[in-house]
């Protein structure tokens, strides 16, 4: 049942965090040699409010710094604006007149009247018109990114068949109205030699790898035979062991006509002993299925 690596490495102790996080990240960092940052990657990636936030900083700042030379260039060369009535109402008619040209918008009350403001504004005009391409193809990148919205349980669980085989279970859903084709999934046992201290990983064979439609939730479960690398494991030997369920899941999506991942973990204080799951969809009474999310982690004691 010993597999290869899956990329993960082996030659790590169990100071090593999880393998996997919740969020399908790595627990890599690089440094040194020829690696690279790659801001496109960081800004298509991110979450929605920190990049709002980030554009709007962005746009903030270059205005405030235009702003800041057209006064230093004295209020005369934009005719247009009121007498000096202060730094700060200044400030904001500079701002203003930035914020304008920044956008192309121009609205003709202010305009630049000497080369220097000219310079500058023409300068502020093109920076404008190339960081509003940017977070264009920025905004399409984010939209057109094809990514599976896969909900998995907070918990796997051992749980006990109606012969009485163990297994081990946990439960996924699609968090969007789309239907998946095609969802596999592929389970890996990593634990950690006793005797060397390396990580090894074993393939956790399931009941069912594969299934045409995703609409429901699917509860994806190992049967712990004598067969399974978990046979005759405790709690305790968990803990020992450092175990880690690393899952695995490729769909096709239809709407956007591309494969789609999703990646999770559950480490050994993530698992719930002697649990099931309870069921999380009913029948309305119009006969449709009902799929309760909030349902998807809940579990009971096994009777």
Not at 29 to 50: A, E, F, K, N, V
Not at 198 to 214: C, M, V, W
């Amino acid at each position: 049942m010993r597999t290869l690596d899956p990329g993960i490495g082996e030659k790590f102790s169990r100071r090593t965090k999880r393998a996997i996080n919740h969020d399908g990240s790595f627990n890599v960092r690089r440094r040194g040699g020829p690696h690279r940052h790659d801001p496109y990657q960081w800004l298509t990636r991110m979450d929605w409010w920190p990049f709002i936030g980030l554009l709007v900083l962005f746009f903030s700042v270059l205005n405030v710094v235009f702003a800041l030379i057209y006064l230093a260039l004295g209020l005369e060369s934009l005719p247009g604006v009121m007498a000096p009535r202060g730094w700060w109402q200044d400030f904001l008619s500079a701002l203003f007149f930035s914020i304008q040209t920044f956008t192309s918008v121009g609205y003709g009350h202010v305009y630049p009247a000497t080369n220097g403001s000219g310079f500058v504004s023409s300068m502020e005009a093109l920076v404008g018109v190339l960081s509003f391409a940017l977070a264009t193809g920025l905004l399409y990148g984010r939209f057109s990114r094809p990514t599976a919205r896969i909900y998995f349980s907070r918990t796997a669980i051992i749980s006990r068949r109606a012969d009485g085989t163990p297994c081990l279970q946990f439960r996924i859903a699609n968090q969007r109205a789309n239907v998946l084709i095609d969802l596999q999934a592929r389970v890996l046992l990593k634990s950690v030699n006793e005797t060397t201290n390396d990580q090894t990983y074993a393939l956790l064979p399931l009941e069912r790898n594969a299934i045409s439609f995703f609409p429901l939730s699917w509860t994806l479960v190992h049967d712990i035979t004598s067969d399974s690398p978990l046979h005759g494991l405790q709690p305790a030997d968990y803990a020992r062991l450092d175990v880690e369920i690393i899952v695995q899941l490729k769909g096709y999506d239809d709407t956007f006509a591309q494969d789609v991942h999703a990646r999770n973990s559950y480490t050994h204080d993530e698992i719930e002993w002697h649990r099931r799951f309870v069921r999380a969809y009913e029948v309305d009474d119009d006969g449709i299925a009902v799929l309760d999310l909030d349902q998807l982690h809940t579990t009971e004691a096994l009777g």
